[in-house]
């Protein structure tokens, strides 16, 4: 799927569309536990994951730390 990432990049943080502050978190050898020649690059699929997952982690308790923008189009207060 890393063929996707750079038009969801643009879709969704280019400014002209809808200009959200975009961070992509991509592990490596996803297709190694489903490809039976890729079998000996397991250990690094798995790194990568554990890599990846613990950087979505780092970025959701950042994002959780901040303040988050108000819905656009909403009152105030609602």
């Known amino acids: 799927m890393d063929h996707l990432v750079p038009a969801l990049e643009t879709a969704l943080g280019h400014p002209t569309n809808l200009g959200l502050d975009l961070t992509t978190v991509l592990p490596e050898l996803t297709m190694a536990p ?3 020649m890729m079998a000996p690059l397991l250990s690094m699929h798995e790194a990568s994951m554990t890599k990846a997952h613990d950087e979505a982690r780092r970025l ?3 994002l959780a730390g901040r303040p988050l923008d108000p819905p656009l189009n909403c009152p105030k207060g609602v």
């Open 34 to 36: 489903y490809v039976p």
């Open 60 to 62: 959701g308790s950042a």
